[in-house]
DNA sequence: TTGCCATCTGCGACCTGTTCGCAACTGAGT
DNA sequence: ACTCAGTTGCGAACAGGTCGCAGATGGCAA
């Protein structure tokens, strides 16, 4: 099943590839095979980390030149998270269903939400503009919840103590 | 009228400051001041090149770091609009109405757009969630109208000629 | 199956946007 | 006015990402 998924998967970004004159190379399989397979938001050095493991003599340049075109293929999203560690990016392999990515500044886990209203969110906007959308990232910071409690009790100390 | 409005919120802005420990100096304030007028996003060296102009020598590092500060105290928001040039960020006054972003990938025009579908959206995560929002960026990416029309055009040309 | 060539890769140098360390300066409380 | 923690300008440094090039390789045609 796992497998048949990613085959076909491959078989539809070869071809997608191929549609904008762009080739299928082991390196560029090999990348989106492990944002597919990773699920989770990787940064390009992860990205070769998880990669060289199956090609050791992959370069960073390479996968920085793969992201992008399977970024602009609609392929992998990239994404920020509050920049919660440095300036770096992010990239998943977009799924059907779009999500939001909520990210604690406090503890800095990442919270993947879905909402229907999100997707009539992003209608609405394309009906009543007349615009193409081909991103949309719902970035999210703030505290989550345990981090909500933790602060409030941190600020009743300092409260206190003052 | 405008002048009575930037006072108040000079005045908010100190008291902000100043509940962090931060003091209200005549460079924070001036780029406090070109990002309130400015109404639309500037990078960062924008924002230097206008507040420049009533404070010839402030430094680029400067600019960087009050935008830091402005950002975690939630008096400015920070952008991507899709990185359609370059890797910077911009910067913007936060308004009472939180806006969506929409970046043409083509003319790289910005649209702001306001829904109350977003509010919506963002009362029922942190209410589904117990999250503590403090920021949220919807950016959207794709082609405006124009464009689109423009690209159909040519992706006929393009088939025609193929 | 081989040959061809446009596309792609590894590599290191490079670039851009942002941050840092430090000495001098300054806002604002007393 | 005095004080001093917080701030600034400065240049050097840093991080993340890009580029140019020479050699390798996908994948089409014969």
């Known amino acids: 099943m796992v497998l048949a ?5 491959r078989r539809s970004v070869t071809t997608q590839l ?22 989770e938001h990787l940064d390009a050095p992860e ?3 998880r990669a060289r493991l199956q090609l050791p003599g992959l370069h960073l340049a390479t996968v920085y030149r793969a992201l992008e075109s399977l970024k602009k293929l609609g392929i992998i999203d990239e994404l920020d998270l509050m920049h919660v ?6 990239y998943e392999a977009r799924t059907s269903k779009d999500h939001m ?10 919270f993947e939400i879905q909402d229907p209203l999100f997707e009539t969110l992003k209608g609405q ?20 919840e345990k981090c909500t409690a933790k602060a409030k009790v941190e ?4 409260a206190a103590s003052a």
Chains 1, 2 share one sequence.
Do not use: P
């Not at 904008?20 to 390196?27: A, E, F, N, V």
């Not at 604690?104 to 990442?110: D, I």
């Not at 600020?155 to 300092?158: E, L």
């Open 47 to 49: 990205v070769l980390r």
């Open 18 to 39: 191929r549609e904008h004159g762009l080739r299928m190379t082991r390196q560029r399989r090999v990348i989106a095979d492990v944002l597919q397979q990773a699920g």
């Open 85 to 90: 560690n440095g300036h770096g990016h992010y």
């Open 101 to 110: 990515h909520f990210t604690c500044q406090r503890c800095r886990t990442v």
């Open 125 to 144: 906007i394309v009906s009543r503009h007349g615009f193409t959308l081909r991103v949309a990232r719902l970035e999210l910071g703030g505290y989550c």
């Open 5 to 9: 998924k990613h085959l076909s998967q």
């Open 155 to 158: 600020g009743k100390k300092q």
